[in-house]
């Protein structure tokens, strides 16, 4: 059976409902980054990176969430595009642009906007402005689509997924009004029984939620420095 390490934030989610689609038998093995859980030895024996998520199917590793959903594609088959150089080109070029864009300047504006000390006026604007310009290339890509690669629900929309449950908390609760398309797909997939299933996950088990002094020391170790 997987062994799948989570921690209910978005890299981790869009795995989760990827798993949850498959029909995949999992266990679930909750790691509280808040309280440092991802630096214990033998979770970095799995992830070196120390983050979530992670998987162990037997003796295969896999740790970075984009990676994570390749593998479970080939492995089942499932939610792939056509097999052919112009569709899998495509699926991989906006799984990366999920992965190299959507994630690490959503991630950073999270960051400064909530967590980081000041001074932080430069961050906050440069990682606002990226966000918002990474989301509005989604969000037009959306507009005369259905879905991330077409007409097929695919792993890339779930990668999307995984990120757009946090827009507001990203952007700002006014980001809806402009990314309306996003939103839409948004609320297809929260309908989704799969989905459904994969957001209860983080109600079984108690992860810390203050991003108190210790929080902060493991979360963001330069601080400290």
Known sequence: MIKFYY????NPAK????LEESGLAYELIPVDTRKGEQHDPAFLKINPNAKTPALVDGNNIVFDSNAMLLYLAERTGKFLPADSLKARGEMYSWLMFV??????YSGQTVHFKHYAPEPKD??????????WRHWTIINDRLANLPYMLGNEYTLVDMAVWGWARAVPFI????????????????????ARPA???AEALK???SYKTEMDADARKVMFPQIAQ
Do not use: C, M
Request: hydrophobic fraction near 40%; aromatic fraction near 10%; glycine fraction near 8%.
């Open 7 to 10: 921690h209910p934030s978005p």
């Open 15 to 18: 795995v989760a409902l990827f």
């Open 99 to 104: 992965a190299t864009g959507i994630g690490p």
């Open 122 to 131: 430069y961050a906050v604007t440069r990682y606002t402005f990226e966000a």
């Open 171 to 190: 952007l700002g609760d006014e980001a809806w009004g402009k990314l309306s398309n996003v939103k839409r797909l948004l609320d297809e997939i929260n």
């Open 195 to 197: 989905a459904q299933r």
């Open 203 to 205: 109600t079984q088990h």
